[in-house]
């Protein structure tokens, strides 16, 4: 019960820093994307691998730009940020 309630927490933390200029969207965005997969394995560990997966398709969805970005960065290219 307490694990649903901290993954409807971090959806709407992610729904709130989404909504701000994306200036103020790197330090909450960065402290969101730590923490979920943490919650993701909890997910798995406690629901099973099928919702697991299920949370692990909609981490990627919604942070698809951030992932792409880290990628490039670890693949030594610059990706530009935006303003």
């Given at each position: 019960m307490t694990l649903m309630l901290i993954c409807i927490l971090w959806v709407f933390a992610s729904a709130g820093v989404a909504m701000l200029p994306m200036r103020q969207q790197y330090v909450?965005?960065?402290?969101?994307?730590?923490?979920?997969?943490?919650?993701?394995?909890?997910?798995?560990?406690?629901?099973?691998?099928?919702l697991a997966l299920l949370a692990l398709a909609a981490f990627v969805s919604m942070f698809r730009n951030p992932l792409k970005f880290f990628l490039a960065k670890l693949r030594g290219q610059n990706p530009q940020v935006p303003e």
């Amino acid at each position: 019960m307490t694990l649903m309630l901290i993954c409807i927490l971090w959806v709407f933390a992610s729904a709130g820093v989404a909504m701000l200029p994306m200036r103020q969207q790197y330090v909450p965005g960065v402290a969101l994307l730590i923490a979920a997969p943490v919650l993701i394995f909890f997910i798995g560990y406690l629901y099973g691998w099928i919702l697991a997966l299920l949370a692990l398709a909609a981490f990627v969805s919604m942070f698809r730009n951030p992932l792409k970005f880290f990628l490039a960065k670890l693949r030594g290219q610059n990706p530009q940020v935006p303003e």
